[in-house]
């Protein structure tokens, strides 16, 4: 897609609702086996998707909704007691079928884009968002090999917290703590387990541990 003009292309948009103006950004990845057959589809008018950019692992940009329009690629789910994700966010799709690492020239060109939506709509770090944190257990991209700590030292997103854990690692205490943050879709502490350690530490497997419950304080 190198030298793609950089002009709207879906049609799949419309009026943000209720006045509302973007306070988030949601991140995706693709899943699909090309940048070429992403774009066609969020272009399609009988799929009714669509994200405000994709940006290719080469780097191109291709921008797709204008900002000030709702795009259709949030679906179901809610942030900090908020639903209507698509009224409220600008939506990125990373092309990356979810099996590989992000490209350099595409992180590099995502921090970009980021920096100049934050300024224009006044978003903060915290409000930079995967769609797995919006709509746990139905959504896990941008998945586990999303570089979240880089944009994190860029203040491009919000940060965890690298303290000792000082709450123990109650059910209770950790579905409070994670909802306190901004994980209100759901109570299930399966679900906010995977999406919390999506973000923060892909890696962790097993039970609900003290490491979980320092995240939960400083998402």
Known sequence: MVGTPL????????????GL???LIVL???????????CARLCDPE??????????MTGDTVPLVPEDQRAWHAGGGEWQGH??????????ELDNRGTH??????????ETLLRGIMDRWAIL???????????????????PRFDWPRLARQNLAGKGSSEPATVDPT??????????????????????????????APWRKGPLCADDMVLGHNL
């Open 125 to 143: 770090p915290e409000g930079v968002i995967g769609h797995s944190d919006m709509a746990p257990g139905r959504k896990v991209d941008p998945g």
């Open 171 to 200: 059910v209770d205490a950790f579905v409070t703590a994670a909802r306190a943050a901004g994980y209100t879709a759901t109570h299930d502490v399966d679900l906010l387990l995977q999406s919390t350690r999506l973000r923060f």
């Open 101 to 110: 690492p992000f490209p350099e020239p595409q992180m590099a060109m995502l």
């Open 28 to 38: 995706h990845y693709t899943a699909m086996d090309s940048a070429e057959a992403a």
């Open 21 to 23: 103006r973007p306070s």
């Open 7 to 18: 002009h709207y292309k879906s049609p799949n948009h419309g009026p943000r609702r209720n």
């Open 47 to 56: 799929a009714e998707v669509s994200a405000h950019y994709l940006i290719t």
């Open 83 to 92: 639903s209507d994700i698509n009224s409220r966010s600008i939506g990125i």
